[in-house]
């Protein structure tokens, strides 16, 4: 397979256009995971304050 069929395939094609999309997707979940952690793992000590959000804490009304 020579460069011009791969370009036409991921190009102009609409499997190639969608292979395309969920490449992306993965790659982007996969680095933000990454992030996340970094930024966890450095921001440890960090106290909590009482603005803080949480995304797991229950709201008692």
Known sequence: MDFDQLYHFVFETPEGIGISVLVCLVLCVILAVIMERRTR????????????????EEIDD
């Open 41 to 56: 793992k450095k921001f440890v000590d960090r106290p909590k304050s009482e603005n803080d959000f949480d995304l797991f």
